[in-house]
């Protein structure tokens, strides 16, 4: 689809350097140095994507591009400790309660065990990090590691790959329902950190799981983390994405979450941090009658610059999604939503929806919406919708006959629109803490940029 | 006219709703058919019309002597059968006047006759819609759309009364309707009951009943036939329920 | 009923109705494109030279450009030197003075599709433009037109007679360097019609003009300007018909349309160009660009088009509201079938204050064919209270064909409310089964269905032109009992 344009301040020697010191910083992944080889090859073909590329028009990665390499360099496995983490930072007290049972934390790119609680044995689920893999798990990993890498375009998964350091490997056993979810904490600890996470997760036949994956960090950071979700027939999975990352981070992720026969997954995505932040979602609809739900909030204020593409690809027939994205949009902040639906020619009885609805609250504030449909198949139902618009001035007035103060009304009505994509996370214990920090990031919207942490 | 069922036996997507259902109409006559939901009324109403999805395992259907089942859902119109909808279906931008003209000129094509000429259309219109209270508003709208449920049934009674079919088979057109709205409709139907028509109405209250005398009440439940009486059976129904037909069935 | 509704039936499953060949003789230059040639075409117009620089700084433009390839669309390379850029019927004089003196077998071609030059047979209301290749040959009801100070000719007629208003507007709202295909336009452009409503003038009769396409191997270029002063009105509509030739020909337009303070114009185009045969053989390429700059407060435009023709249709019909309070509207029905491909759509670029556009597009995809709206909603900063509701539809019909949409909205203003639907399905069911059940053909049932999905556009396009867009598309309105 895009054509490659190459970025003009491309320095390709930079990030081979960075890519090679890797192996010898961590020899415990050094297994994965052909890998990043072979997809800094791949990113080295012009970098990273331009506004030329009609999927980036609305995002520039230009500023990342001048910082990247300068943040490509991880600190050494000492600095991660948990220790010097703990007491130097207050990120390990913004990591959600009531998920403790299984907690898998991560700083700066490097697995943390003494921080970590891994699951109980007979608990259905098998979890190990890529450091921690035994010899003969390796190549087969690889392959699926290599697989996603070999046939994805984009030249920002070629990135996060060329310098992938650790990550999780998490396999759903048949018949299990875990009811546990698996929280997965990503750390960027201190200044001029970069990370560069995978997730690769298999829920196999008629099982069921959750993961809550959750990103924060402190200053100036990146982050470019994969996660690859495959559910088997018959399994269900819930998947939550929350992005807390600094004003002024840059954050840049994709998930593919592929779909066989009857399952179905459930996907909340909450961006409520970065800088810049950039998440793909991908949900491959491969057997007949699996099912997609997915959610989305995005808050952009301040000068943040916050992007969401989504797309879900029907191959196959009987298959169902429906998609909710909303969007918050102040000071000067800018959101980009860009929602694909796609039904392939064999996608017979396909059911897609999507809606977008998005406030634009100040001047300043920008929102760039693009829903599409693609339709190769005929007996379908498919419909998108896309809205930019304001307060509702008729809640705000009523609100404000009931005596409560215009600001303070405001306010309730911004948080109600995007409480509603809090109360769809089907973890019921974190609708609280959720929409405690929903209301703190939309706080933030009456200070001055780059002012709130 | 002769409409003879013989041991029905018809499946949706895989599972039987009507297992051996035999019913005889014939011109002149009146016919309820009564039960509960899920009984199979509704597919009863939709076999005869000639709707997909509807698999006919076993039995006949004969119709005049033809077979009625080898006939597509038009020829089965030109041959002068009409279903009431218990749901119309909107079809927007398409008018209500147009469309019921043009339904009105392919019988007639297909009987030899000319096109009716615009000014005995309007007429005809015009007359039957009053017997219907059907305002003239509704006659320049889309077909059903944004009709209440109430005149979406009206509408069905009057497309009826200008199409002036030889079967006429209501499924539920009593439903949703307030005791006004029931007498209209019942008024349609009592006009147009003449010794070369019947009628076939399906319907779950005996209500409609106080209006239109029905010459026979069958119940229908769990795909058959079950009992078959006269008006008196459809007040007993009222007053006991259906439980005391389909115990037993 | 077949009479009165056979219109979409024929669209879908139709045999092309205009796809004679006039046998006429022609003075057509070899295929090629160069500056001789650009200089032959100017100096056969005897056009001033600040036309012929325009032309020539647009050619050079052009050739340091790329086709442009954001458009779903797949077609064989144009080769840009294998088309003729000028083709013209041999006229006794250079240009006929009376409709006498058109040569009458030209008359005929009209009078084939339908539409009567002759003084006698003419359209009652209707001023006509007819556009054959290259140039124009007659132009109806022009002295009536001009009592009302509305100056309504050839394009190649006003470079002569209004020089001076064609230097002012040319270019102003479709530049040479839009575009790909406007810079090959403006550096090649033939003829066209010019339309000018002076100041408060409601123009009297609804104006017109047919594009014929005949020569095999030729372009056509042609040039549109309509310019409506403060508090004018005027209605304009265009059709369009070719010959059935196996090859592929290529339509280069672009139309440029300004209107001031509280002036409106309605723009409705009937585009039945040739399509290509059942196996994508021939065809018209055509690759259209047409806006108007909506320059004057409370000014409107309104864009309607039936688009039934062409293999390949690449056509986004835009309106930058510039003017506080100004109104966009795009009415849009598109048809395609067999191995045709449709990119179209609209662009509404809000900059004034209060400014309001509405989109209404449907789409309707069969046999082979793909089709896509393609459509932007920019909101400036400055367009405070800006609106927008745009509703695409798309239906199906057959499981070979595609529906694609592909709505961009850029949302600069706070107090904007812009809003975007679209749906894609096909023909319900239950609806045909409730025609059916009522005694219509499926056939009948479904042409019933898919022109009751077109009305919200079909009742925008004027009642004047019912009658014509029958006779060139045999699109009939609809609903024409009640």
Redesign the interface.
Known sequence: MSTRTPSTDFDASLYRQASENLGRKFPATDWLSPLRGKALARFSNGGFPTIRDEDWRYTSLKRVARRSSALLHPASQQEQSAEHLISSSDLVHRILPGLAEITMVFVNGMYQPDLSSAPAPDSGLIISTLGALKKEEQSSLLARLETFTGTDDCRVNAFSTAFLTDGLVIDVLAGATVSAPVYVVFLNHGNTVGSHPRILMRLAANSSASLVEHHLSETDSLTSGITQIECADHASLTYLKLQQEHDSAFHLASQHISLAKDSSVQAINLDLGAGLSRNGLTVHMNGEHAEARLHGLFIANGTSHIDNHTLVEHKAPNTQSSEVYRGVIDNRGRGVFNGRIVVHQKAQKTNAQLTNANLLLSPGAEIDTKPELEIYADDVKCSHGSTVGRIDNNALFYLRARGIPEDEAKQLVIRAFGNEIVMAIPIPQLHEPVTDLLTARLEQSDDEPGLSA | MKLNIKDLHVSVAGTEILKGLSLAVSSGEVHAIMGPNGSGKSTLAHVL????GYEVTRGSISYNGADLLDM???E???AGI??G?QY????????????????????RK?LGQP?ID?IA?LKLVREKSELMEIDQKF??R??NEGFSGGEKKRNEVF?MSV?EPVLAILDETDSGLDIDALKIVANGVNTLRSDDRAFVLITHYQRLLDYIQPDFVHVLAEGKIVRTGDKSLALELEDQGYDWVTTGT | MATENTDIEQLVDRKYRHGFITDIESETLPPGINEDVIRFISDKKNEPEFLLNWRLKSFRYWQTIKEPDWAKLHHSPIDYQDISYFSAPKQATDAPKSMDEVDPKLLETYDKLGIPLHERARLAGVAVDAVFDSVSIATTFKGKLAEAGVIFCPFSEAVQDHPELIEQYLGTVVPYRDNFFAALNSAVFTDGSFVYIPKGVRCPMELSTYFRINEAKTGQFERTLIIAEEGSHVSYLEGCTAPMRDENQLHAAVVELVTMKDAEIKYSTVQNWYPGDEQGRGGIYNFVTKRCDCRGANSKVSWTQVEAGSAITWKYPSCILRGDNSVGEFYSVAVTNNLQQADTGTKMIHIGANTRSTIISKGISAGRAQQSYRGLVKIFPTAENARNYTQCDSLLLGDQCGAHTFPYMEVKNPTAIVEHEATTSKIGEDQLFYCRQRGLSEEDAVNMIVNGFCKDVFRELPMEFAVEAQALLNVSLEGAVG
């Open positions: 019309a000639g709707r997909e597509a859902p038009e089965r119109a030109w009409f279903l909808f119309p279906i909107e079809i927007p931008g398409v008018n209500n006047t147009y469309f019921l003209k043009a339904a009105l000129n392919a019988k297909h096109e615009a259309f006659l320049k889309s077909v497309q199409l």
